[in-house]
């Protein structure tokens, strides 16, 4: 009787090793995931501001550096 509740025991803590294990398995895979489709995001961010560069002729872009470049300003005169 008290080998099968001791093996039992055992059984259990392996068990409920094994279960850690996967979950921090499953964390570290769900981390790259997450990475991964970031990465994916900003490269597909990249290349749509560049193909928009192209087909406008880098009007659209140097629009906006010009208004950054003027709230800069603005903010810097009045930090003054």
Do not use: N, P, R, Y
Not at 6 to 32: I, R
Not at 45 to 69: C, F, N, P, R, V
């Amino acid at each position: 009787m008290k080998f099968k509740t001791t093996a039992l025991l055992v059984a259990s803590l392996l068990l409920l090793a094994g279960c850690d294990q996967a979950e921090k398995s499953a964390q570290q895979l769900m981390g790259k995931a997450a990475e991964t489709a970031k990465q994916a995001i900003d490269d597909t961010h990249k290349a749509a501001e560049q193909a928009i560069s192209d087909a406008t002729g880098g009007l659209i872009s140097k629009k906006e550096s010009s208004a950054e470049e003027k709230d800069d300003t603005e903010s810097s005169s009045q930090e003054i």
